[in-house]
């Protein structure tokens, strides 16, 4: 049984299209997250939704809209995309999230390649 | 052998052999503190936490050591096996952020057998 899984896992798009990376997670948790790892392998958070609303909204490019349709998931959509959002992205989620010190489990990944 | 700059720092042993890798965190209010393990095409996979009012904590050939007074977190792998060979990163969470983990550079641990 997958925990968190996403799909696509491999995603090869051109400049400029609008793409879609799904994540759901069976777990019961409360809160889910979007990473971005870079070529240098640096994890940096984008988002975090706890119970369908958004908590955490670092500086990320307005083409990057999270959408959370119920806890269990929690979708990514970029819209024109760009070179430089080439990248694997994962999707994690935790138990709880807020002011707890819970484990966030995280997704395969999403290899996502803007030509 | 270690290197840094556009590469990871990188650390070979060979099997068998004790490993420590070392990680520096800069916020002293981080009260939470995780190890995960991330192999080739997957996702970091948890390793061991310790919460900030501990500075030792051990689990299945794994120890987690803190120490606040410089901000610095290692990971001892004991009788290290081939497949312990991955990248591994630590991650803190700042006292008063939402769930919010920031993670570390990343090592990459190669094991000789």
């Known amino acids: 049984d997958t925990a968190v899984s996403q799909t696509p896992k491999y995603l090869v798009t051109q400049m400029g299209n609008d793409k879609s990376i799904k994540c759901e997670q069976n777990?019961?948790?409360?809160?889910m997250y979007w990473y971005k790892q870079d070529s240098k392998k640096f994890l940096k958070i984008m988002f975090s939704y706890n119970n369908k609303e958004l908590i955490i909204n670092e500086t990320v490019p307005n083409r990057f809209s999270p959408k959370s349709p119920d806890k269990a998931h929690l979708n990514l959509h970029i819209n024109s995309l760009e070179l430089g959002d080439s990248a694997v992205y994962f999707c994690a989620s935790s138990p709880f999230g807020q002011y707890s010190t819970d484990t966030q489990y995280f997704g395969p990944g999403t290899r996502l390649t803007v030509l | 052998g270690e290197s840094v700059g556009l590469h990871l720092p990188t650390l070979s042993v060979q099997e068998g052999d004790n490993s420590i890798i070392n990680c520096a965190y800069s916020n002293s209010a981080s009260d939470y503190f995780i190890w995960y393990k991330q192999e080739s095409g997957k996702g970091p996979q948890f390793i061991i936490d310790?919460?900030?009012?501990?500075d030792k904590r051990q689990g299945q050939r794994v120890t987690v050591l803190l120490n606040k007074t410089v901000k610095h977190l290692s990971l001892q792998i004991a009788a290290t096996q081939p497949g312990d060979s991955a990248v591994y990163f630590c991650?803190?969470?700042?006292?008063?952020?939402?769930?919010?983990?920031?993670f570390g550079q990343g090592t990459i641990l190669t094991v000789h057998p």
């Open positions: 310790i919460r900030s009012n501990m």
């Open positions: 991650a803190e969470r700042g006292g008063t952020s939402y769930g919010k983990l920031t």
């Open positions: 777990l019961g948790h409360d809160t």
